[in-house]
């Protein structure tokens, strides 16, 4: 397979990703804003992101047919196009309405964006793919970090420049885009073709745990970022300790990511994975006690990271992940990201903040179950990776 990315598309595309980070985190920031600016109620000023998450759920399915009918380069364009134009519509909006539309428009190219990077950094890179895949998720990882940041030193008043922001560094991206070879695409690779008429009950499996993994990891991720600050007040933390925390929750992520790319190397994805899972639980676990929660949150972070980027290189070594699949598995993943924090939300209303920790080691518990099962399963498969 030849190099599909110049060093410069390279870089364009990890600062894409710190767009596309930061645009998933600026919501939060932006909330009061937009409450006082247009009137909102809570659900109201949340369906913002609400939308942007459906956006990207359907946003790394669709661009699946673009990618094989027009090619690499056009597919990561038309998406990083979507999050420049959405943003600047988040930013100049004068309505309610059309702030929506643009976070609707910029989901759509913030799903395409994170499942094309990963895909074509798999295959594109050679060797050096799975370590520049966990580079990629480190650098949306930073995005996610700097943005709130962002908003707290230029005052939430002019969160629209952090939108701007998005935009212009996008626009980067595209302007690198030249360095982007159009063809071979995934479906196109040799071995993918090789695997595709032997596809079986085996190959069900071993998508239906990766979907387990991923489905239950991230509702625990985004539980975790999400409710985190009610556990620690609730355990009479500070709001100071509490948004530290939390905060450093999400960096701990990102240095997963770091520190699991020079792993990838030396180590196979399988059992970064499932490493990383068991650390989760174990992470997650110790969280039950309550003085350990601040600490064991932090751990839980680290253990996190890994998970997303290197559980994606191991889905495309077992031949599985070319086509439509790899795309349901990015989508699934959003999804529980969108889904879990309501119900957690529900449970913490009815059980009070006690019951988030338990209801979070039961989903690192089905996430572990999940990377298990993909590892049984692609062992029976005659090519299927081993630990």
């Not at 350990?292 to 077992?318: E, H, K, M």
Request: hydrophobic share 55%; charged share 5%.
């Amino acid at each position: 397979m030849p190099e599909l990315f110049t060093r410069a598309a390279t870089a364009g595309a990890c600062a894409a990703m710190v767009g596309v980070g930061a645009l998933l985190a600026v919501y939060g920031p932006a909330l009061p804003e937009w409450k006082a600016q247009f009137g909102l109620s809570d659900a109201a000023a949340g369906s913002g992101l609400a939308l942007q998450s459906l956006g990207a759920v359907v946003g790394a399915v669709a661009v699946q047919p673009v990618l094989r009918r027009r090619g690499n380069r056009f597919a990561l364009a038309a998406s990083l196009s979507l999050v420049v134009v959405g943003s600047v519509v988040i930013a100049l909006a004068p309505s309610w309405g059309l702030t929506l539309a643009g976070a609707v428009v910029a989901g759509l190219g913030l799903g395409g964006c994170d499942a094309l990077v990963t895909q074509l950094f798999l295959i594109g890179h050679g060797e050096r793919g799975p370590a520049l895949v966990n580079i990629a998720h480190a650098c949306f990882g930073i995005g996610t970090v700097a943005a709130p940041a962002l908003v707290a030193v230029v005052g939430s008043g002019r969160y629209r420049w952090v939108f701007v922001g998005v935009g212009v560094i996008c626009l980067v991206g595209l302007a690198t885009l030249r360095g982007v070879r159009p063809r071979p695409t995934p479906g196109e690779s040799a071995r993918d073709a090789a695997r595709s008429e032997r596809l079986s009950g085996s190959a069900l499996a071993v998508v239906g745990g990766f979907l387990v993994l991923y489905i239950a990891h991230f509702a625990v991720q985004s539980g975790i970022g999400s409710w985190e600050p009610v556990r620690l007040l609730d355990l009479g933390h500070s709001p100071a300790v509490a948004g530290l925390a939390t905060s450093g929750y999400w960096l701990a992520m990102v240095i997963g990511r770091f520190l699991a790319a020079p792993l990838a190397h030396r180590v196979s994805a399988a059992a970064l994975v499932i490493a990383s899972a068991a650390g989760m639980t174990a992470a997650v676990a110790l969280a039950c006690y309550g003085p350990a929660t601040v600490w064991a949150y932090l751990l839980a972070g680290l253990f996190i990271g890994p998970i997303f980027p290197n559980g994606l290189t191991w889905l495309a070594q077992t031949g599985y992940a070319h086509g439509p699949a790899f795309a349901y598995i990015v989508a699934a993943a959003m999804a529980g990201a969108v889904v879990c924090p309501p119900l957690l939300g529900a449970l913490v209303g009815a059980h009070g903040a006690g019951a988030l920790a338990p209801a979070l080691l039961s989903g690192s518990v089905i996430a572990m179950s999940g990377a298990l099962a993909a590892w049984a399963s692609s062992r029976s498969s005659s090519s299927g990776p081993t630990v």
